[in-house]
């Protein structure tokens, strides 16, 4: 019976999770709200939040799955990409643990780990699959051949979907984390032709700082005339400003289905959780007759359940890291 704890700390999330023979049996995350009043997160708060919230989680996440230290067979992190500060802490936490306990240590890509979240619960992708992984940091579309083998056939060249979204609602004056006001707000808002552009590259790769230009200009142009423009069509921005980003993005997932041939359709990461995008998704594999894959709300953010399912297949496997191992605040697939 295999016991691995596994810790993610790549931002503004301190998460621990314990997994048992592939099975998750905890999942604490410990949400820092102090980044709020800034507008987006602090990497140096966020390095010193991690510090303080990293045993308390850790041992709650043991407590929950009913065992102790001594019992675990290897200790888990999240290695990159990420935030450098908040990387270290995760990492010299674990790398301490699992020297003292002297049991092996597994590294983690935080952004593999994103994709096999789907392998935590039923119902499960086949192999191969397509995964359209979209947070704040990244927006990749990735070809899913095995647990452990995958390759990136799209990625964003300037700036991710997550990060449009949040720097789009700070334009709009609402709170960080914005992406989350965005949705609420769509929710109640019609969309409208704004004339946003839709862009559209050669090859299955993304591009947002245009769009992000675009809605900027567009916003002040309109307060011009109307200096309550935002306040009075809140609802109907929103509803256009996701609606802009959210066919962008399907648009690639469909041309990357039809090249690969491959109808297995998953996403993943923070913004998975936007229901508009949920309910696309859901909407497309119906038409298209894809079966898509959506992860539960806890595993969209960044948790350690995701990096516990990573660490269960790099266990089998025997791939372990020694003890220089050092984060990485870039790390490619």
């Keep these: 019976m295999t016991k691995i704890l596994a810790i993610e700390s790549s931002c503004d999330e301190t998460s621990a999770s314990v ?14 709200e102090i980044h709020r009043s800034y507008g987006g997160v602090v990497p140096e708060l966020a390095s010193r939040a991690h510090q303080q919230n990293i045993v308390p989680v850790v041992m709650e996440a043991l407590k929950k799955a009913q065992i102790t230290t001594k019992e675990l067979d290897a200790i ?4 990159g990409p990420g935030l450098l500060g908040a990387l270290i802490v995760g990492t010299a936490f674990a790398k301490s643990l699992a020297l003292s306990l002297e049991i092996p240590l597994i590294e983690i890509n935080h952004m593999q780990a994103h994709v096999l979240a789907h392998f935590i619960d039923e119902p499960k992708p086949k192999f191969p699959f397509l995964c359209l ?12 051949k095995d647990y452990l083998e995958m ?19 700070k334009m709009l004056g609402l709170p960080y984390p914005g992406g989350v006001e965005i949705d609420k707000l769509a929710q109640k808002g ?3 032709d704004y004339g946003l552009p839709k862009v559209d590259l050669p090859n299955l790769d993304f591009s947002f700082s245009g769009l992000k230009t675009a809605i900027l200009y567009f916003i002040r142009k309109q307060e011009q005339k109307n200096p309550n423009f935002i306040k009075e069509n ?9 609606h802009t980003l959210i066919e962008t993005l399907l648009r690639k997932i469909i041309q990357a289905a039809r090249q690969q041939n491959i109808n297995q359709i998953a996403i993943a990461g923070g913004v998975s959780a936007n229901s508009e995008l949920r309910k696309r998704m859901t909407e497309l594999g119906k038409e298209k007759k894809w079966d898509i894959f959506i992860p ?7 948790n350690a359940a995701m990096i516990a399912m990573a660490a269960h297949y790099k266990f089998l496997k025997q791939e372990f890291s020694n003890q220089t191992v050092a984060p990485l605040s ?4």
């Design 330 to 333: 870039r790390m490619s697939f």
């Design 76 to 79: 888990a992190f999240t290695r």
């Design 151 to 169: 390759e990136v056939i799209g990625t964003t060249q300037d700036d991710a979907v997550g990060e449009a979204f949040d720097k789009t609602a």
């Design 19 to 32: 997994i048992i023979d592939g099975h998750v049996k905890s999942n604490l995350i410990a949400t820092q």
């Design 296 to 302: 539960k709300m806890e595993y969209c953010t960044d």
């Design 190 to 192: 019609i969309v409208q």
């Design 133 to 144: 992984t979209v947070s704040g940091g990244h927006t990749q579309i990735v070809l899913v």
């Design 234 to 242: 809140i609802n109907d921005i929103c509803a256009t400003i996701q």
